[in-house]
């Protein structure tokens, strides 16, 4: 019975992130698919946890967004008998290392592209994460209520940009003042488009036959000529859909629809539940994990700090990739080899919290923390194994941090450790003077930094400016050889440590690091870092 259970659970969960360029529709669409879980009312309950252009210097407005963040992590609803998990990833490119790691803990994605821009830069390098992955992809093109680019096109765009293998489960008929509404290739049917958005669900009217006459009587004699050569131009150069390919990240079903006019989002959501895939086996540093086995296990992938400075917790998420995750039960925290108890885990319905006694593979529970976890740990039923998979990307930015308060060195020392675990940023201590540094993906980064410090910890820093391009993680082939000593001796100024003691070089140009990586070849240089917890004390 039990298994039976959890089976029947894991079975009919879907864990998923929704991922864009600013501006695609991300938000919009995530809305819309909350309004047919029934998990909100009404259109524009969901805040965007943009930060807006021109917000870089307004600290409140960071505060006031890392407070709706923190509402929007994770939002849940059921749809059909299936519990449906969408993971919040910020599309502003100074947090898309957050966004990186919630890509750990997917199962798979929705890619938004607006139709009329097309694939845009931030879709680029977030495609590109999940196709190294092999996460299932569904594509999305929205905004087809405005003119943009031809269909064809953008098909096209998509397979070249992004480097996929596409295949139109829908398609439109016609676009912008001339859209009439989308061919659902997948359910057999045609919606026809109101342009009312007031309407929750369009009508949906089933097609026999394409050749029927039907057709003609919905959308018109020129549409209908035009869909029928287009749907046969489909058929000639793309693939059949294929579960098994989409599975493994080799074939990408595309949608067309509009998220705003809630257009195309219901053969979007209904096709979703039927193929997504349910939680999926991880690999450990020791075995690969099924999310059936009895045993709970799971990962850090996320940490957010209370938005209270008086009480510093903080909430770090888990996403439980086996078994039951309990309430009071104590589990074993890998990296401080230590058993930790969770009284009040948090799981999260729409944008609700909510204290749970159980959960499944696929869910996230957000845990209270005062400084055990740091981003990547591994929480087990007491088998000793590190998920593996949550990596740091060389950052783009480098200040050297100084202390501005003799008085409050302590504090500045906390207050940097605990940001740095929350992978806000990264620190690196140099070899040759002792001096910190800190490297961010966006330079937005600094600025939090620095007023969280003071509100938070009531430390004050300063910053300074340092010449680096970016930070490599060092790998020698042979540590002993005389290539590695001759490498640590030449570049003495330019090496440092990370959090975890690796050696990480600093390269003041792309030039330098061409030339220094083809003077010793055996000195790997890395601008990406797993998380190498066995080496860890
Ligand atoms: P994001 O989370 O990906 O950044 O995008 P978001 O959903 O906030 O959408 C960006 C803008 O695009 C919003 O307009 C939104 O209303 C609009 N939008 C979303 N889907 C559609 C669609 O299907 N058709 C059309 N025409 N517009 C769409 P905004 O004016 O920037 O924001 P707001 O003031 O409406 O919030």
């Given at each position: 019975?039990?298994?039976?259970?959890?089976?029947?659970?894991?079975?009919?969960?879907?864990?998923?992130?929704?991922?864009?360029?600013?501006?695609?529709?991300?938000?919009?669409?995530?809305?819309?698919?909350?309004?047919?879980?029934?998990?909100?009312?009404?259109?524009?309950?969901?805040?965007?946890?943009?930060?807006?252009?021109?917000?870089?210097?307004?600290?409140?407005?960071?505060?006031?967004?890392?407070?709706?963040?923190?509402?929007?992590?994770?939002?849940?609803f059921?749809?059909?008998?299936?519990?449906?998990?969408?993971?919040d990833?910020?599309?502003?490119?100074?947090?898309?290392?957050?966004?990186?790691?919630?890509?750990?803990?997917?199962d798979?994605?929705?890619?938004?592209?607006?139709?009329?821009?097309?694939?845009?830069?931030?879709?680029?390098?977030?495609?590109?994460?999940?196709?190294?992955?092999n996460?299932?992809?569904?594509?999305?093109?929205?905004?087809?209520?405005?003119?943009?680019?031809?269909?064809?096109?953008?098909?096209?765009?998509?397979?070249?940009?992004?480097?996929?293998?596409?295949?139109?489960?829908?398609?439109?008929?016609?676009?912008?003042?001339?859209?009439?509404?989308?061919?659902?290739?997948?359910?057999?049917?045609?919606?026809?488009?109101?342009?009312?958005?007031?309407?929750?669900?369009?009508e949906?009217?089933?097609?026999?036959?394409?050749?029927?006459?039907?057709?003609?009587?919905?959308?018109?004699?020129?549409?209908?000529?035009t869909?029928?050569?287009?749907?046969?131009?489909?058929?000639?150069?793309?693939?059949?859909?294929?579960q098994?390919?989409?599975?493994?990240?080799?074939?990408?079903?595309v949608?067309?629809?509009?998220?705003?006019?809630?257009?195309?989002?219901?053969?979007?959501?209904?096709?979703?539940?039927?193929?997504?895939?349910?939680?999926?086996?991880?690999?450990?540093?020791?075995?690969?994990?099924?999310?059936?086995?009895?045993?709970?296990?799971?990962?850090?992938?996320?940490?957010?700090?209370?938005?209270?400075p008086?009480?510093?917790?903080?909430?770090?998420?888990?996403?439980?990739?086996?078994?039951?995750?309990?309430?009071?039960?104590?589990?074993?925290?890998?990296?401080?080899?230590?058993?930790?108890?969770?009284?009040?885990?948090?799981?999260?319905?729409?944008?609700?919290?909510?204290?749970?006694?159980?959960?499944?593979?696929?869910?996230?529970?957000?845990?209270?923390?005062?400084?055990?976890?740091?981003?990547?740990?591994?929480?087990?039923?007491?088998?000793?194994?590190?998920?593996?998979?949550?990596?740091?990307?060389?950052?783009?930015?480098?200040?050297y941090?100084n202390?501005?308060?003799?008085?409050?060195?302590?504090?500045?020392?906390?207050?940097?450790?605990?940001?740095?675990?929350?992978?806000?940023?990264?620190?690196?201590?140099?070899?040759?003077?002792?001096?910190?540094?800190?490297?961010?993906?966006?330079?937005?980064?600094?600025?939090?930094?620095?007023?969280?410090?003071?509100?938070?910890?009531?430390?004050?820093?300063?910053?300074?400016?340092?010449?680096?391009?970016?930070?490599?993680?060092?790998?020698?082939?042979?540590?002993?050889?005389?290539?590695?000593?001759?490498?640590?001796?030449?570049?003495?100024?330019?090496?440092?440590?990370?959090?975890?003691?690796?050696?990480?070089?600093?390269?003041?140009?792309?030039?330098?690091?061409?030339?220094?990586?083809?003077?010793?070849?055996?000195?790997?240089?890395?601008?990406?870092?797993?998380?190498?917890?066995?080496?860890?004390?």
């Open positions: 019975m039990y298994y039976m259970s959890l089976q029947n659970e894991i079975d009919r969960r879907r864990t998923f992130g929704i991922i864009s360029h600013p501006d695609a529709g991300k938000t919009t669409l995530t809305e819309k698919l909350l309004l047919f879980g029934g998990a909100i009312q009404e259109a524009g309950a969901v805040k965007s946890n943009k930060i807006k252009k021109g917000a870089t210097s307004d600290f409140m407005e960071i505060e006031r967004q890392r407070g709706i963040s923190v509402a929007t992590s994770v939002l849940a059921d749809y059909k008998g299936i519990k449906i998990n969408i993971l990833t910020p599309g502003h490119k100074d947090f898309a290392e957050d966004t990186f790691r919630t890509l750990t803990a997917v798979s994605v929705i890619v938004v592209i607006d139709v009329a821009k097309g694939v845009e830069e931030q879709t680029v390098k977030l495609v590109e994460v999940c196709r190294m992955r996460i299932p992809m569904i594509v999305f093109i929205n905004k087809l209520d405005r003119e943009g680019k031809d269909a064809f096109e953008l098909l096209d765009e998509i397979e070249q940009k992004l480097s996929l293998k596409v295949t139109p489960l829908s398609f439109p008929i016609g676009m912008g003042y001339d859209f009439k509404g989308i061919y659902n290739v997948w359910e057999k049917n045609v919606n026809l488009f109101s342009g009312d958005s007031r309407k929750n669900i369009e949906t009217i089933e097609i026999e036959h394409l050749d029927s006459t039907q057709l003609e009587n919905l959308i018109g004699d020129s549409a209908s000529i869909l029928r050569e287009e749907l046969e131009l489909v058929h000639e150069v793309y693939p059949d859909f294929n098994d390919e989409y599975l493994n990240g080799t074939l990408q079903p949608f067309f629809g509009s998220a705003l006019n809630n257009f195309g989002v219901r053969e979007l959501l209904d096709c979703f539940i039927e193929i997504a895939p349910t939680p999926r086996p991880k690999e450990s540093d020791t075995r690969l994990v099924l999310p059936n086995e009895d045993d709970f296990s799971g990962f850090v992938f996320k940490i957010h700090a209370n938005m209270d008086k009480h510093r917790d903080r909430l770090a998420f888990v996403k439980i990739v086996a078994g039951t995750f309990k309430r009071n039960t104590a589990y074993l925290h890998v990296r401080h080899n230590k058993r930790l108890k969770f009284s009040s885990p948090n799981a999260f319905f729409a944008e609700k919290k909510q204290i749970v006694d159980i959960s499944y593979p696929g869910d996230i529970v957000g845990l209270h923390d005062t400084g055990n976890f740091k981003i990547g740990d591994t929480l087990t039923q007491g088998e000793v194994m590190n998920y593996r998979g949550v990596p740091s990307f060389s950052p783009e930015h480098f200040k941090i202390n501005a308060d003799p008085l409050k060195s302590k504090q500045l020392e906390k207050g940097i450790d605990q940001l740095m675990d929350e992978g806000v940023a990264q620190l690196f201590t140099l070899e040759l003077n002792g001096r910190k540094a800190i490297g961010t993906v966006g330079a937005l980064q600094f600025e939090v930094i620095q007023y969280r410090l003071e509100h938070e910890y009531g430390a004050t820093c300063r910053y300074e400016n340092i010449n680096v391009f970016k930070a490599c993680w060092v790998e020698p082939m042979d540590p002993k050889s005389t290539e590695f000593i001759d490498f640590k001796r030449v570049k003495a100024k330019f090496l440092a440590k990370d959090k975890r003691g690796q050696l990480v070089f600093f390269a003041d140009s792309s030039f330098t690091l061409q030339m220094t990586q083809s003077k010793y070849p055996n000195v790997k240089l890395h601008s990406v870092s797993e998380f190498e917890k066995t080496k860890e004390s």
